[in-house]
């Protein structure tokens, strides 16, 4: 079983930018994909930007593109969120998950997540 642990997030200002990182305990090809989520108050865990496990391949959704960028370090076993251009919209508790099935960003098919870091974007 893999454990994911998220570090990077924090308090920014509009127009301010973060980068998470999830750290995890190994990468293997049982895992479709990574991913990140968030999740505001009183709403739905929702799929933010998640890349293939294999190939690289990646999806984000529409809010965040051109803002946020996923990537991976092999190496490192590592995953990162790069968020640009941050809006008061993005604030959240954003999650890192893995999941064994064939979907790339969807929330019920995740099977492992970490702990979540905040991400508070304030005027």
């Known amino acids: 079983q893999v454990q994911l642990v998220e570090s990077g997030g924090g308090s920014v200002h509009p127009g301010g930018s973060l980068r998470l990182s999830c750290s995890a305990s190994?990468?293997?090809?049982?895992?479709?994909?990574i991913g990140w989520f968030r999740q505001a108050p009183g709403k739905e865990r929702t799929g933010v930007a998640c890349i293939n496990n294999r190939d690289g391949t990646t999806w984000s959704s529409s809010s965040v593109k051109g803002r946020f960028t996923i990537s991976r370090d092999d190496a490192k076993k590592e995953v990162y969120l790069q968020m640009n251009s941050l809006e008061p919209e993005d604030t959240a508790v954003y999650y890192c998950?893995?999941?064994?099935?064939?979907?790339?960003?969807?929330?019920?098919?995740?099977?492992?997540w970490g702990q979540g870091t905040q991400v508070t974007v304030f005027a």
């Open positions: 190994a990468f293997s090809l049982d895992y479709f994909a």
């Open positions: 998950g893995v999941t064994t099935n064939q979907a790339m960003c969807v929330t019920r098919y995740y099977d492992y």
